[in-house]
Nanobody, 131 residues
Framework: QVQLVESGGGSVQAGGSLRLSCAAS????????MAWFRQAPGKEREGVAN???????CYADSVKGRFTISRDNAKNTVYLQMNSLKPEDTAMYYC?????????????????????????WGQGTQVTVSS
């Protein structure tokens, strides 16, 4: 049984930081692309960041320079360090795992259909940033 379990969400004031974690089980973790998506009320889901096994990463323009994605293959865990948070970062954050990306690693993250590549999803963790 595949499980992705997120943690680390919460409420923070603008300018603050949070670190999200996502622990995976039931998959050969190192074989998977890992990503973070988010969805705010009334808005479409959007890709935030993704990472291949290793150091190759991609970020949405809205979070570049503020968020950092990383993975620990020994712990089957992916992280999202979020700094300088803004009210517009308020959303439910989901981690996701894909065995295959259909197209460019970065372009698919930013494509509205890119989420379709991801086979497994966590239940989400809420991030709320107040001004």
């Amino acid at each position: 049984q595949v499980q992705l379990v997120e943690s680390g969400g919460g409420s923070v004031q603008a300018g603050g930081s949070l670190r999200l974690s996502c622990a995976a089980s039931g998959i050969t973790y190192s074989n998977y692309f890992m990503a973070w998506f988010r969805q705010a009320p009334g808005k479409e889901r959007e890709g935030v960041a993704n990472v291949i096994s290793g150091a190759t990463t991609c970020y949405a323009d809205s979070v570049k320079g503020r968020f950092t994605i990383s993975r620990d293959n020994a712990k089957n865990t992916v992280y999202l360090q979020m700094n300088s948070l803004k009210p517009e970062d308020t959303a439910m954050y989901y981690c996701a795992a894909a065995i295959l990306i259909r197209g460019g690693f970065c372009s698919r993250l930013l494509d509205s259909a890119g989420a379709d590549d991801y086979n497994y999803w966590g239940q989400g963790t809420q991030v709320t940033v107040s001004s």
